[in-house]
């Protein structure tokens, strides 16, 4: 069932009106690395738009360019061509501080591992990103998060004497206590166990819809991408194709059409 | 296997070994250089410029050694046995024996050495014009002073202050390209010659050359054996016969290498080890995962070791060769601050790089073992699970040694409480070095409080770079004070050595002004002053009092606390009917006019205490040129470090000293005679100054003893700040991806950046005040010990160079090494990838 993602997916018209509706837009988003006869072309023409509070993921063999998408969409490298819109921000001009000060008010990571500084408390780490932007910690917020994912007890502990559940945990509560255009997780739960990855994601899913937030992830993992709502393929730096509510069967079925992964 | 892993671990931990073989490199340097000083104290020297002709020179001993078993070096001109020419003159090895003697003689206005015209044949002077002196007026002149004057001139040459003319018969030059220059020379008839010499024209030296057939060494084997009591040299050992000021020096490199090798090489090995630790614990996670997969605690250490071996064993091998560049940077810095003479060459042979390199890969090994110890035997699980978090516990061993170092540091430093005098000082210097130990392994715990005392405020400071950089140091006191703890040991050690130079100096002087109270110091121009150039400058009409005074040293030998004990001391010879009027001594006890010949003496408060003298008792003594001699202490005085710790009379003390003259006179004139005075003598030829132009005794010692210090505090200043810069590098480094993640955070480089800012200057000023607060007890005590005053009168220009320079380059270091840490992109640092 692979289609034409490109039209597909660009259901909301350009601009102007959907600027509380879209978190992310990518527009015509080229990626090329190194000049001449020996470059690399990482991604070919990207075209996304990604409502507020969507829980996508994005899947692809590897060296479809799902890294550099990743990258380029968070606002962590420019692309060479098109535009990348955060909310309504185009951040694909923005110099790297300027950048950086945008990334921490807009953007939430989740990573793989090695997500905690040790030294901070849970409830210091999870305010890190306000107190880097020297933004006032809203309280209230932060309770609810806290309680949300479940961490109310652990507040004062440090991230060693923390499961790598509770951890993940953590860090989810850190995206998205500045309240973020969209959060980025990259294989969040590559480090889990399976129940406790199901777990982090079941989390993630929830958050998503609770908290009206945006989340894009990115995966080779079928059974993590069917907690996802709409699940999108990535391949030799284009989009093949996307599903809503995927099954992981759906989604192993699909990617073997993609080659090897 | 372990090969393969040894290779693979060094390829996946570059930076960190990196670390570890520029502290082993720069460690070996420093060991290599400092054994070259001490070889070079043993075995080099200057070229013979005079004595080049004989085959063997033969001089008295010029060292003795002391019960403890101490070899003194004399600095005073030992007499040959009064045999021992004549034994030398019956040996069948000898063809010819010569003797020589040396007067120091001005000749109008430089020093010139006067020798007896048979001691020509020692050397490789030729007459080129006239003939030999045979009249006690005539002088055969040579080299650069030929030029001044002619055959038939007339000279006036000085000694000890009387002029004597003379007429120049001759004119000699080296037949040898190269003339003699470290002094100017000029040949007496024999017979004046030895009249003007010290010790009654006996030989100081003799040369002798050998029968055809015989080598020199056979010779030197010969002379050995026959005369006891006599010390021989061939080739380029010569020199050391001829000059006097190269054994001095030999002395003082052998004494400079030793004390400061022992400092500096406890510092490197601390860097080496604090260095290799880092290391390790930086690699725990790789040794958890190897002990998970079954590796024996064994096995582990067996690794670690082995890679030490390979880092550590090319570190030092490289590090060996500079080494001997650094010696010579040494040398001449020595040689600039007058502590040796500018031609003074340095041995080279390998036997100090040797030294060095098994003793820096040895203490890197025992180091390693040590460091392995902790991965070694950790539950492999749980240091998996707690592998990204540093340890911060210390164990139990060095938190109690640590201690007790420090305890017994800190009441060495009191010692001048219960004791008084130099003596006691040696308390507190020694204390230094318990206290710097001490605060090596203290250091993460002395961080941590110290964080708990600084860090409150910053961690509730509303800068996220400050809260992170508090909090960080706070977890992490371990990592933190392997850059602190360096600091503040160079600090402490820097200010202990310049503050203990000022604070003697700054007495010494005190004590001088206060006790010169003569109105003129008469000096011989560029030689001393006779016993009849002191009768000339007494009869000067207007001199009420003329004091004359000779310099040298004595050495004390007495027993300490049950133990045999031996300490020289500058030494005074004065006239003993010396009055107040030109000298002050602060008399305690007896006086100075009871000094009488050779067996009598007044010693210092100081001198006194140490070898538990009173007035009557009698006290061991050597000479400047090792006379054994008992004497009876008729006086005691306070103003030892100004004058001397040692008094004799003033003839009595001439007669064992190399020139056999004062240095100079002190006059007292009668009221409104001074200025009349002072012409009369500065015509009369002399080098006449007011009271102010007399340094305190030993100034001169002590400012080249303080350029000693300074350039040996340079090195080891310089050393602290290469391996201060390196732990600070390996250390940031580990911090890759911490900073990664703040910047995935939100963090811009420049709240990174400023964040490493603020953790430099909590690591500056931590060790700072650690280094002031390590350096506080000795210096106290140093201070109470010399002058009585608690507080220790240091320049501050120099406490705050020292603290600057460090903290300074502490803040330098950590900046750059966070700038190179941030080059990779954040995202491939974190990525998905652990």
């Known amino acids: ?261 | 296997m372990v090969n393969t892993l040894v290779r693979a671990a060094i390829r996946q931990h570059k930076g960190s070994f990196v670390g570890v073989f520029v502290a082993v490199l720069t460690a070996t340097m420093l060991a290599t250089g400092l054994g070259i000083l001490i070889e070079s104290g043993i075995r080099g020297g200057v070229h013979p410029e005079r004595y080049s002709a004989a085959d063997v020179m033969v001089g008295a001993q010029q060292s003795f050694d002391t019960a403890e078993g101490v070899t003194v070096p004399l600095n005073e001109r030992v007499p040959l046995p009064a045999d021992a020419l004549a034994a030398l003159r019956q040996l069948p090895a000898a063809a010819r024996v010569v003797a020589d003697t040396t007067t120091p003689l001005a000749w109008a206005g430089s020093p010139v050495e006067a020798h007896g015209w048979s001691s020509a044949a020692l050397t490789p002077y030729r007459l080129v014009h006239g003939h030999a002196p045979q009249a006690p007026d005539q002088v055969v002149v040579t080299g650069a002073a030929a030029t001044r004057t002619e055959v038939g001139a007339t000279i006036t040459l000085r000694h000890g202050g009387v002029p004597a003319r003379y007429r120049v018969v001759g004119i000699a030059a080296a037949a040898t390209a190269e003339q003699p220059a470290r002094a100017q020379h000029v040949f007496l008839s024999d017979a004046a010659a030895s009249a003007l010499a010290p010790l009654g024209g006996a030989p100081s030296v003799v040369g002798v050359f050998a029968r055809p057939g015989v080598s020199p060494d056979q010779l030197a084997g010969e002379i050995r054996t026959g005369i006891p009591d006599v010390a021989t040299y061939t080739g380029d050992q010569r020199g050391n016969a001829e000059f006097l000021d190269v054994g001095v020096a030999r002395g003082t490199l052998v004494a400079i290498g030793s004390s400061f090798a022992g400092t500096a090489i406890l510092i490197a090995l601390f860097v080496v080890a604090s260095t290799l630790s880092l290391s390790i614990q930086s690699r725990r996670r790789d040794y958890a995962l190897m002990r998970a997969i079954g590796a024996t605690p064994l096995q582990i250490i067996h690794l670690v070791v082995r890679e030490v071996l390979v880092i550590a064993g090319a570190g030092a091998l490289i590090g060996a060769a500079p080494g001997y560049l650094l010696a010579s940077a040494m040398r001449f810095g020595f040689a600039q601050a007058g502590v040796i003479p500018a031609d003074f060459a340095l041995a080279s042979s390998p036997i100090p790089a040797l030294g060095a390199i098994v003793l820096v890969v040895a203490a890197a090994l025992l180091a390693a073992v040590v460091a392995a110890r902790r991965p070694a035997r950790i539950n492999p699980i749980e240091a998996l699970r707690e592998a990204s978090t540093t340890p911060a516990r210390l164990g139990r061993g060095r938190t109690t040694t640590g201690i007790v170092l420090g305890i017994v540091g800190l009441l060495a430093s009191a010692m001048p409480l219960v004791v008084q005098g130099a003596i006691a000082v040696t308390g507190p210097a020694a204390a230094l070095l318990l206290l710097l130990i001490s605060a090596g392994l203290l250091g993460p715990r002395l961080v941590r409080i110290a964080m708990a005392v600084f860090g409150g405020p910053l961690r509730r400071s509303p800068s996220p770079s400050a809260f992170l950089a508090a909090t960080n140091a706070r977890s992490n006191s371990r990592r933190l004070a392997a850059a602190i703890i360096p600091i503040a040991l160079g600090i402490g050690l820097g200010l202990v050595q310049v503050g203990t130079g000022q604070i003697v100096a700054t007495e010494a002087s005190a004590q001088s002004h206060a006790g010169l109270t003569a109105d003129l110091v008469v000096a011989g121009g560029a030689s001393g002053i006779s016993g009849d150039g002191a009768a000339v400058i007494a009869r000067a009409p207007g001199v009420q009092a003329a004091n004359p005074v000779a310099l040298s040293d004595v050495t004390l030998s007495y027993v300490l606390l049950g133990d045999p004990s031996s300490q020289q001391y500058a030494a005074q010879g004065v006239d003993p009917s010396t009055d107040a009027s030109t000298l002050d001594l602060d008399m305690v006890a007896g006086s100075l006019h009871s000094l009488k010949g050779i067996q009598t003496v007044a010693l210092s408060t100081d001198a006194a205490q140490a070898a538990g003298a009173h007035v009557g008792d009698t006290v061991h003594e050597h000479l400047g040129d090792g006379t054994r001699v008992d004497a009876r202490v008729v006086a005691i005085y306070t103003r030892g470090l100004g004058f001397g710790d040692v008094t004799m009379a003033n003839a009595a003390l001439r007669e064992h000293t190399t020139t056999g003259l004062s240095n100079y006179v002190l006059v007292s004139t009668q009221p409104g005679q001074r200025a009349q005075v002072q012409k009369a003598l500065a015509d009369a030829g002399f080098t006449v100054t007011t009271r102010d132009g007399l340094d305190a005794v030993g100034d001169g010692a002590r400012d080249a003893n303080s350029a000693v210090n300074l350039i040996a505090l340079v090195v080891i200043l310089g050393y602290i700040a290469i391996a201060v810069v390196n732990t600070l590098v390996m250390a940031t480094g580990e911090r890759r991806r911490e900073f990664a993640l703040l910047q995935l955070l939100g963090a811009t480089r420049r709240q990174v950046r400023s964040m490493m800012r603020a953790e430099s200057i909590m690591v500056a000023v931590i060790a700072a005040v650690l280094g002031v607060l390590l350096a506080a007890p000795p210096l106290v005590g140093i201070s109470l010990g010399i002058s009585g005053q608690p507080l220790p009168g240091i320049s501050p220009v120099t406490t705050v160079a020292i603290v600057a320079s460090l903290s300074v380059l502490a803040m330098i270091a950590l900046a750059l090494a966070t700038r190179s840490t941030m080059r990779t992109a954040p995202i491939s640092e974190i990525g998905s990838r652990e």
Not at chain 1, 9 to 30: D, F, G, K, M
Not at chain 1, 41 to 49: H, K, N, P, S, V
Not at chain 1, 208 to 215: I, S
């Open chain 1, 1 to 261: 069932m692979t289609m034409n993602i490109n039209t597909s997916i660009e259901t909301s018209p350009p601009r102007a009106q959907s600027s509380t509706r879209q978190a992310l837009r990518l527009e015509a988003v080229v990626k090329r690395y190194g000049t001449g006869a020996s470059a690399v072309m990482a991604l070919r023409g990207i075209d996304l738009t990604l409502s507020r509070g969507s829980f996508s993921a994005i899947m692809g063999p590897s060296g479809s360019g799902k890294s550099t998408f990743l990258n380029t969409a968070a606002g962590l490298d420019t692309p060479t061509s098109g535009s990348v819109w955060i909310g309504d921000t185009d951040i694909s001009r923005m110099r790297a501080n300027r950048l950086a000060r945008f990334r921490r008010e807009h953007v939430g990571f989740i990573f793989q591992a090695y997500n905690l500084l040790p030294a901070l408390t849970i409830e210091q780490n999870v305010t890190l990103p306000l107190m880097l932007a020297h933004t006032r910690v809203d309280r209230a917020w932060l309770d609810r998060i806290i309680r949300a994912v479940g961490l109310g007890e652990l507040r004062d502990r440090r991230p060693a004497e923390l499961s790598g559940g509770q951890q993940q945990r953590v860090a989810i509560a850190r995206a998205l206590i500045t309240r973020p255009d969209a959060v980025f997780a990259d294989e969040p739960t590559g480090a889990l166990d399976s129940r406790t990855g199901r777990q982090v994601l079941e989390l993630l899913a929830q958050m998503t819809r609770e908290l009206n937030q945006t989340v894009v992830m990115v995966t080779h993992d079928p059974v993590v991408a069917s907690h996802a709502d709409r699940v999108i393929y990535l391949a030799d730096g284009a989009f093949v194709g996307y599903q809503d509510g995927a099954t992981t069967q759906q989604i192993i079925d699909q990617m073997s059409g993609l080659g090897e992964w």
